[in-house]
């Protein structure tokens, strides 16, 4: 059961100028630092035609939403012109929208609406590869001697028949395809129709450095960098070492030694943030790491390429585990940079499935919440998380519709589970369309939509709400250093925020048995402390909590204020 007990509780110091103006605060923060980013993945948030698809007057219908939940920021996933293989990930068109999205006038009501809301937008950019309709493409492959010819990257094969060397391509089979009328190969690290640009072209760079500089002018206050890993292939094209074993799609396993992370993304990277800079715009990175040192690289050696490089590593502790959220919360607040935090997104499923027991979901979903919106950092919140959506997986090959999952069924079912339309209300389909949504909508809609959980106080979505009100307003979560504590229980994640004299202790119960903890914070200038509850999913908030000593239910969460 949620319980809140807000105190009387102060704004931090206050923002000088417009909304998208100053950007720092009165402790010297940039304004992505204290931002709840909210990804939105277009197709599937609000349908305000009724065509079955999600477009960009849906998403400026609902910010009055995103704004009263708490929302900063919200990143949408590519909306650009597409053929729409890989939905938005091959661009055809970068500086316009995709008709099914709407205009570049809806996009500047958007951007317009989302001002007056202090709701910024940020959009994704698919810097690695195009779309093979793209007339940059579409000119390269004309002829060798065309104009964009080495605006991509093309070779010769091995001999007849056989491609430039062994690299795969992530969604299956060879990354080289071969071209009749020109005959070469060229090369796509995600599916055939999404040719990689060649990024040790200047004439390329340029050309994909212009634009950020084109949303910037419409207002764009950041970008988040698709597949960023893979902006450049080995120049000698060196085979990639084998594996043991195959994946998804029946290839071998393999190291992709000799096309990802190469060290001219960083150089990339850093011209780009001088980009960035120029429109005080953020830059988040799409960085899967192998380790939380791999991941310090992104932020630049002197904080001069990505601010915000995602935790991905978050993200795949895929159990509730006390020691395995310490061990890398630990590593991650002191890698140096900013921390990114997220459980969900398009590509990852979603968090309710994924943590839940089957028994207690919404209880877990609610720790969730409590856990990742209190951390030091910068959440990114993925829609419908805060009602707690779940996947709703085709059970079927020919009910498929992304790629991935009809090239590697039944191993492999793709990613539309995660991308199901937002569930808004107990009407068909969820009130996300009088149309035939894209995708279906799960049956769990009629209980957890944003309509019946407004009108429940105990909702996932109001703890959402009330946690987000908290990190938004209390002082010692907003600016806190991190301080774990308890670090042998475990079952029970405790760790303090602390900023100059106030403190906020946030308990996350990992298990289904109650748990009881006590506390010593003398170390943190808290001998005598007594602890106020903030938020609360206890049954018993008034008999829960003594002197430094809280009693949790299963999967319970406390977040309280500490007063000496």
Excluded at 167 to 194: I, M, N, V
Excluded at 228 to 234: A, G, I, Q, R, S
Excluded at 484 to 512: G, T
Aim: charged letters at 25%; a neutral charge.
């Amino acid at each position: 059961m949620l319980k809140t007990l807000f105190p009387a509780i102060l704004v931090l110091a206050s923002f000088v100028g417009s909304a998208h103006g100053q950007t720092r605060d009165a402790e010297g923060h940039a304004w992505w630092q204290h931002a709840v980013f909210y990804e939105i993945y277009p197709r599937s948030f609000a349908d305000s035609n009724n065509d079955g698809t999600g477009d960009l007057p849906g998403i400026t219908s609902k910010l009055d939403y995103l704004k009263d939940l708490g929302v900063d920021a919200i990143w949408i996933t590519p909306c650009f012109p597409s053929p729409q293989v890989d939905f938005g990930y091959d661009v055809s068109d970068y500086n316009n929208i995709d008709p099914k999205y709407g205009t570049l006038a809806d996009f500047d009501r958007l951007v317009e609406e989302g001002k007056k809301r202090n709701v910024r937008i940020v959009l994704d950019f698919v810097m690695n590869h195009s779309s093979d309709k793209h007339q940059w493409f579409v000119d390269s492959r004309s002829s060798r001697k065309a104009e964009h010819r080495d605006w991509y990257v093309w070779h010769d094969g091995r001999g007849a028949g056989k491609p430039p060397n062994n690299w795969l391509s992530t969604f299956g089979g060879s990354a080289w395809k071969w071209d009749a009328k020109t005959k070469q190969y060229y090369y796509h690290f995600f599916y055939r129709q999404q040719p990689d640009l060649n990024w040790r072209n200047p004439a390329v760079e340029k050309a994909m450095f212009d634009v950020p500089r084109f949303w910037f002018k419409r207002g764009v206050t950041g970008f988040r960098l698709d597949a960023v890993d893979t902006l450049f292939e080995d120049p000698q094209l060196r085979d990639n070492p084998i594996l043991p074993g195959k994946n998804a799609y029946g290839d071998p396993n393999m190291q992709n030694k000799y096309n990802t992370k190469l060290p001219e993304v960083h150089d990339v990277l850093r011209k780009l943030r001088a980009v960035a800079d120029e429109s005080d715009a953020v830059l988040i990175g799409e960085t899967w790491t192998k380790d939380v040192s791999e991941l310090n690289q992104y932020y630049g050696e002197h904080s001069n390429e990505l601010q915000m490089p995602m935790d991905l590593l978050f993200a795949t502790v895929n159990k509730l585990s006390a020691p395995e959220f310490r061990s890398q919360i630990a590593a991650v607040d002191s890698a140096g940079g900013w921390p990114v935090y997220l459980f969900s997104n398009h590509d990852i499923r979603r968090q309710y499935d994924r943590y839940g027991d089957g028994k207690h979901n919404d209880a877990i979903a609610k720790l969730l919440a409590g856990f990742y919106l209190t951390l030091r950092g910068t959440p990114i919140m993925y829609y419908g998380e805060e009602i707690g959506m779940r996947n709703n997986d085709p059970k079927r090959r020919e009910d498929v519709k992304d790629p991935i999952g009809r090239l590697g069924w039944p191993k492999e079912k793709g990613r539309d589970g995660e991308r199901t339309p937002m569930q808004w209300s107990t009407a068909p389909n969820a009130g996300f369309t009088k149309g035939k949504p894209w995708l279906p909508v799960p049956p769990t809609y009629r209980t957890h939509n944003v309509a019946a959980e407004r009108a429940d106080p105990n909702s996932i979505l109001n703890f959402y709400r009330h946690v987000l009100a908290l990190r938004r307003n209390n002082p010692a979560v907003r600016e806190g250093k991190y301080v774990a504590l308890n670090e042998s229980d475990p079952n029970v994640l405790s760790y303090l925020r602390q900023y100059k004299d106030q403190a906020v202790l946030v308990v996350l119960n990992m298990s289904a048995a109650p748990q009881k903890v006590n506390f010593d914070l003398s170390g943190q200038g808290f001998s005598s402390a007594k602890l106020k509850p903030l938020v609360s999913t206890t049954a018993r908030p008034s008999s829960s909590v003594t002197e430094a000593q809280a009693e949790l239910d299963g999967f319970g969460v406390l977040i309280a204020q500490v007063e000496k």
